[in-house]
C-alpha cells in the first residue's frame, strides 16, 4: 500500500490532446537551454515550457530513442531509419538521414530501441544490430538478439542475450558478464549511476541489481509490499540520496540506499497513468515521465507543497502550531493534530492527521506553556486530544503574554468585542475581565515592552490598551497615520509596527504619534502591507496584497518572493508560521502550504530564457528562425554570420520566446527591448511573444529576458537582425539622388546664373538703352547744331555742286553749241563746195580756197570741243562713257554720242540735228546701238543706259 506524505507534490499531467502528439514516449532528453525532448510515437516532440513542436521523421514512423551527441546533434532512431536533426539555415531542425551510409543488406532493421555516445562514435541498438556512425562511417555489428545498449562508468556496455553482457573496445565487443554469471531470462532494461563506484540495473522481471566493477549484486527492495519481479523501467538518483525507479503497472517508487520504499507514486498522487515507459531528471532535478499515455511532470525538486488532505475537507488553514511533538492545524472546519516523529522538513511526516474538534477555529498558539485555541465558540486550553473550555461567551482571535504592575503573568486575548485578560495561575486559566472600555473586534493584538497592549481595527483606526489603568486612546490620521483604513498591528524586531498603506509606521512615545520607520523604509519603501511576521532567523515575511515574501537578513535585507503562493494565500486571514528554515506554514484557502525555506534558497538559480520563434508577417507568414543557430544542443547563442538581413517587404515581425520554467510556468514574466526601435525595456509581462509591424530600415536586436521572482531575473537572450531599404531608399538610390539633385542643382545653378546674366543683361541693355536715351537726346541736340552746320554746308555744298553743274551743263551746252556750229559749219563749207561746182569756173581763185581751208580749220577746233563734251559729260554721269567703252568695245565714236545724247533725254529729232544726220539715220544709229549693246528686244534702249549709269551711281 502507498504510503502519503503530508506535502503534496506539483503533479503536472499533459495528455495528448495538449502536445497534440502520439500516446506513447519512450525517450526524455534536455538540451543545454533548457527544452524538453521526448522520442514520441509520431516523431520527437519538444517542449520550452511554453509551447510543443513536433519534427516527425521522413517515414512517418515511431520513434523510440534519441541522445545528443559529442558533436551536439540530436541523434534519433526510428523504424529502419536512424540520423540526427540539426538546424537548418533559418533555425528549424531538419533531419538527416544516416541510413544511406548503411549496406543494403543490413538496411532492414525494424526499430531503434538505444542510442548511446561514446566520445565521437553513435550507436544504434536494434534487435539484431548494433550500429555505429562515426567520421560519417557505419560499422554494423550483428547479433541473434542485442536486448540493451548503454553506459556504465564511462564504459559502453551491450546486453546479447546469447553471449550476456559485453563492452565495447578497440572497435570490438569483448565480454564483460558471462551469461552463465546472470539470472535465467535476464532482461536489463536501464543502467544509472548510484554511486561512485557502483550503478543500479534495472530489469524487466528480475529486480534492481547493483553493478560494481563486473559484478552483479541484487538489490532487494522491501516495503510497502513492492514486487521485486514486476518490469522496472528506468531508475534515476535525486539531490537527498534517495532513487526513483519506474515501472510498467505500478507508477514510480521512491527507495533510499537500502533498497527501503519510501514512497509509492501513482494515480493517487497525481499521475494520469502508472505505466511509466522512461524517466528523467531536468537541469532542475525535476523528474518527467514519459508515459504509456501522456507526459507528466514532478515538482521533485520542489520547495513548496501543498497540505491539504482529505480530512481536511478543503477548509481553510487560518493557524499552525508546533506542541509537544505534534502538529496542530486550525481551519475554517475544525482543528487538528499531526503526530511529529522527525526534525527535518515536516512535510514529509506521514499524513496521520486527527481531528479534535470541529467548528471555526481561528487560532493555536502557545502561550506561556499552554496551546490555547482561538473559536468562533470562545478561548480553549488543548489538553492532548480534547479542547478545555476557558471562556465561551464570545468568539477569540489572538492571545499574548504580558504581565501587570504587580509582576502577575497575564494572558491578553482579543476577541470579537474587545480585550480580555486571563491569568494563568498553575494548570487552571482564570477570566480577570475586560480591559477599559474598549468594545472593538481585536483581531490583530500585540504587547510591546512596556506591557501596553495595541490593537487595530481595518476600519477604525489604532488602538492604546493600559492594563493597569483600563485607559484607552484611540489612533487615527490626527496622530500621524496616513490613513484610517487598513492599518494592522504587528511586533517585528522587538518592536510594535504598524503595517499601512503606506508601508510601514512606528510609535513616538514623547509625541504620542506615528511616523514612517526609517529602518524599514529602505526596505518596503511605501508598500501596502497586510501582514509581518518574524521568524528564528530574524526574517520577516509579509503579504503585500495576495503575495507572500520573506525579507532575509542572511547577507543583508533582501527580498525574496513565491509567486507559487500568488492568490494561494488565505486573503485577509493570512497567517506565517515559521517553525526553522525548513518548516514554514502558511495558511491557504484549501489547507496549508509547507516552505523548506532552505531548500527554496538553494533553488533560486539563474533562469534561462529563449527565442524559440521569428515569423516575418506579410502576405504569407514565414519563419525567419527557428529556435536553433549552429547545433541543436548549444548555448543557443547568435554568431555574426548568423544575422539575416530581410528585404522591406519583411518589415512586420513576431518574436515568440520562452523559458523552461516547467515547475511554475504561469509565474514566467517576461521583458522585451527591440534595439534600434524600442527606448526603454518593456513592462513585465506574462505574454510571450512580441508583434512589431512595418519597421523601418535599418540595423536591429530583440532582446528579451525572464524572471520568476521580482530579484531572480534570466540573462537575455538575442536575436539580431537587418532590414534593408527600399529599392528607393538603397544606397544606389541615394547616390542616383544625389547625381539627380547635384544635376538639378547644376540646373537650377544654370538657370539661375543665365537668369542672372539677363538680368545683368537687361540691366545692361536698360542703362544702354537709358544711355542711348541720353546719347540720343545728347545727339539729338548736338545733331540739331550739326544739322544747323551741315545744313550750311550742305547749303554751300549745294551751292558749289549747283554751281559746278551750271557749270557743266554750261560746258555740256557750250559743246553741243558747238556740235551744233560745227554742224552748220559743215553745212556752210558744203554750200560753198556747191557754190564753186555751181560757178562752172574751171579753176578756183585762191580767195575761195582761203576761205574753205580757213573753214576747215575751224573743224579741228570743232572736234576738239567734242574732246571736252565728251571729258565733262563722264564726270557728270560718273564714267558713264569709259564704262560703255569698256564693256562693248565694238561701239564706235558715233554711237557713243547717240548715248550721251540719250542719256542727255534729246529727242530723236534734236539727235539728227546733232548729228548731223536724218531722223531716219538716228533710229537706224539706234537700232545698230541695240544689236551691240545684246539688248533683248523688248528692252528700252533709254532704259537699259539709265540702268547702267543707275549701277555707276550706286
Known amino acids: 500500500m502507498a504510503q502519503n506524505f503530508i506535502g503534496q507534490r506539483k503533479t503536472v499531467n499533459y495528455e495528448k490532446r495538449q502536445y497534440n502528439a502520439g500516446t506513447q ?63 537548418a539555415k533559418n533555425g528549424q531542425l531538419i533531419f ?33 544490430k548494433i550500429i555505429k556512425y562515426s567520421n560519417n562511417k557505419i560499422t554494423v555489428y550483428h547479433s541473434h538478439s542485442w536486448l540493451f545498449l548503454g553506459t556504465y562508468q564511462g564504459k559502453l556496455i551491450a546486453h546479447d542475450e546469447q553471449k550476456g553482457v559485453l563492452t565495447y573496445a578497440n572497435n570490438q565487443w569483448h565480454p564483460f558478464i558471462d551469461k552463465k554469471d546472470l539470472p535465467n531470462g535476464f532482461y536489463i ?60 503497472i505500478n507508477g514510480i517508487y521512491q527507495i533510499d540506499k537500502k533498497g527501503n520504499v519510501i514512497e509509492n507514486i501513482g494515480k493517487k498522487e497525481g499521475l494520469q497513468n502508472i505505466n511509466v515507459r522512461c524517466m528523467y531528471a531536468d537541469a532542475n532535478h525535476n523528474i518527467w515521465l514519459g508515459l504509456d499515455n501522456g507526459i507528466d511532470f514532478i515538482a521533485y525538486n520542489n520547495a513548496v507543497k501543498h497540505i491539504n488532505p482529505l480530512i481536511f475537507k478543503d477548509g481553510g488553514g487560518f493557524s499552525t502550531a508546533l506542541y509537544k511533538n505534534n502538529l496542530y492545524f486550525a481551519l475554517s472546519n475544525g ?31 502557545v502561550v506561556d506553556g499552554h496551546l490555547l485555541a482561538g473559536r468562533d465558540d470562545g478561548i480553549f486550553d488543548v489538553l492532548g486530544d480534547k479542547l478545555s473550555t476557558v471562556y465561551n461567551s464570545t468568539g477569540f482571535w489572538t492571545f499574548k503574554s504580558l504581565k501587570n504592575k504587580a509582576g502577575t503573568t497575564l494572558i491578553a486575548a482579543g476577541s470579537y468585542y474587545g480585550v480580555r485578560l486571563f491569568e494563568h495561575n498553575g494548570n487552571a486559566i482564570t477570566d480577570k475581565g475586560s480591559v477599559g472600555k474598549y468594545y472593538e473586534s481585536a483581531r490583530f493584538l500585540q504587547v510591546d515592552d512596556d506591557n501596553i497592549i495595541w490593537t487595530s481595527h481595518p476600519y477604525r483606526g489604532v488602538y492604546k490598551l493600559n492594563a493597569d489603568n483600563n485607559q484607552v486612546k484611540t489612533y487615527t490620521m490626527k496622530q500621524g497615520l496616513p490613513s484610517n483604513l487598513n492599518n494592522f498591528v504587528f511586533k517585528v524586531k522587538g518592536k510594535v509596527v504598524i503595517a499601512t498603506e503606506k508601508g510601514i509606521y512606528k510609535y513616538d512615545v514623547q509625541t504620542d504619534r506615528f511616523k514612517p520607520s526609517a529602518q524599514f523604509k529602505k ?25 507572500l515574501g520573506v525579507v532575509d537578513y542572511t547577507a543583508g535585507p533582501t527580498i525574496i518572493n513565491f509567486p507559487e503562493l500568488n492568490n494561494r494565500i488565505l486573503s485577509g486571514f493570512e497567517n506565517v508560521y515559521p517553525i526553522n528554515a525548513n518548516n514554514v506554514f502558511v495558511g491557504s484557502e484549501n489547507g496549508f502550504y509547507h516552505i523548506n525555506y532552505a531548500k527554496y534558497k538553494q533553488n533560486i538559480h539563474p533562469l534561462k530564457v529563449y527565442i524559440r520563434k521569428v515569423k516575418a508577417t506579410s502576405t504569407t507568414d ?65 505574454r510571450s511573444e512580441k508583434d512589431y509591424t512595418n519597421l523601418p530600415a535599418g540595423n536591429y536586436t530583440f532582446k528579451v529576458k525572464a524572471r520568476n521572482h521580482q530579484n531572480n531575473e534570466s540573462a537575455v537572450a538575442c536575436y539580431a537582425f537587418n532590414i534593408n531599404p527600399p529599392w528607393y531608399q538603397s544606397i544606389l538610390a541615394y547616390i542616383l539622388y544625389l547625381m539627380v539633385i547635384a544635376g538639378i542643382l547644376y540646373y537650377l545653378y544654370k ?99 582761203k576761205k574753205i581751208l580757213r573753214l576747215l580749220a575751224g573743224e579741228n577746233k570743232i572736234n576738239e570741243e567734242w574732246e571736252q563734251f565728251s571729258i565733262h559729260f563722264d564726270k557728270v554721269h560718273s564714267g558713264f562713257l569709259t564704262i560703255i567703252k569698256d564693256r562693248y568695245p565694238s561701239i564706235n565714236q558715233q554711237e557713243l554720242k547717240l548715248c550721251a545724247y540719250l542719256i542727255m533725254n534729246l529727242s530723236s529729232k534734236e539727235i539728227a540735228q546733232m548729228m548731223a544726220i536724218s531722223v531716219r539715220g538716228v533710229e537706224i544709229s539706234r537700232y545698230r546701238l541695240r544689236k551691240k549693246l545684246q539688248m533683248p528686244t523688248e528692252m528700252n534702249l533709254f532704259e537699259f543706259l539709265f540702268n547702267i549709269q543707275r549701277e555707276l551711281m550706286r
Not at 548503411?102 to 539484431?128: M, T, Y
Not at 522491501?222 to 535525486?238: C, D, E, K, P, V
Not at 501582514?531 to 503585500?544: H, M, R, S
Not at 514565414?622 to 522591406?648: E, I, R, W
Open 96 to 128: 538527416t538521414s544516416l541510413k544511406n551510409l548503411i549496406l543494403k543488406a543490413d538496411q532492414e532493421f525494424s526499430d531503434i530501441w538505444d542510442i548511446a555516445c561514446r566520445g565521437n562514435e553513435v550507436f544504434f541498438r536494434s534487435h539484431d
Open 622 to 686: 514565414s519563419v525567419l528562425y527557428g529556435g536553433y543557430f549552429t547545433y541543436v544542443n548549444d548555448d543557443g547563442k547568435q554568431m555574426a554570420s548568423n544575422t539575416l538581413t530581410l528585404g522591406y517587404t519583411w518589415s512586420s515581425l513576431q518574436f515568440e520566446y520562452s523559458s523552461p520554467i516547467f515547475e511554475e510556468q504561469s509565474n514566467a514574466e517576461y521583458s522585451y527591448l527591440l534595439e534600434g526601435f524600442d527606448k526603454e525595456w518593456s513592462e513585465w509581462s506574462k
Open 189 to 248: 532494461t536501464s543502467v544509472s549511476k548510484f554511486n561512485n563506484t557502483s550503478s543500479l540495473v534495472t530489469s524487466a522481471k528480475d529486480g534492481l541489481y547493483l553493478l560494481t566493477g563486473n559484478k552483479l549484486k541484487y538489490f532487494n527492495l522491501t516495503g510497502l509490499g513492492i514486487n521485486n519481479h514486476q518490469h522496472f523501467s528506468a531508475a534515476t538518483a535525486l539531490d537527498d540520496s534517495t532513487y526513483l525507479v519506474s515501472t510498467y
Open 751 to 849: 538657370l539661375q546664373e543665365k537668369r542672372h546674366i539677363i538680368k545683368q543683361q537687361k540691366e545692361l541693355l536698360s542703362q544702354q538703352q537709358k544711355n542711348e536715351e541720353e546719347q540720343k537726346q545728347i545727339a539729338y541736340l548736338h545733331q540739331l547744331e550739326l544739322e544747323r552746320s551741315e545744313k550750311e554746308v550742305v547749303k554751300l555744298k549745294n551751292e558749289m555742286l549747283q554751281s559746278e553743274i551750271e557749270f557743266k551743263t554750261s560746258e555740256l551746252a557750250s559743246s553741243a553749241l558747238n556740235l551744233v556750229q560745227k554742224r552748220e559749219f559743215l553745212l556752210k563749207v558744203k554750200d560753198e563746195l556747191q557754190h564753186l561746182q555751181k560757178s562752172g569756173k574751171d579753176m578756183v581763185e585762191t580767195s575761195e580756197i
Open 25 to 87: 514516449n519512450w525517450k526524455i532528453r534536455q538540451d543545454a537551454q533548457g527544452r524538453i525532448y521526448f522520442a514520441n510515437n509520431e516523431g520527437v516532440l519538444v517542449f520550452d515550457g511554453s509551447y510543443w513542436q513536433l519534427y516527425p521523421l521522413p517515414n512517418k514512423t515511431i520513434v523510440r530513442s534519441l541522445e545528443f551527441g559529442s558533436d551536439k546533434r540530436l541523434y534519433v532512431g526510428g523504424q529502419d531509419e536512424i540520423g540526427y536533426f540539426s538546424p
Open 335 to 365: 482543528a487538528y493534530k499531526l503526530p511529529v516523529n522527525s526534525a527535518g522538513d515536516l512535510s514529509y511526516l506521514e499524513s496521520n492527521f486527527k481531528m479534535i474538534a470541529e467548528g471555526q477555529t481561528w487560532n493555536m498558539a
Open 523 to 547: 526596505i518596503f519603501g511605501d508598500r501596502s502591507l497586510r501582514y509581518l511576521q518574524e521568524d528564528t532567523a530574524g526574517n520577516i515575511w509579509f503579504v503585500q496584497g495576495k503575495s
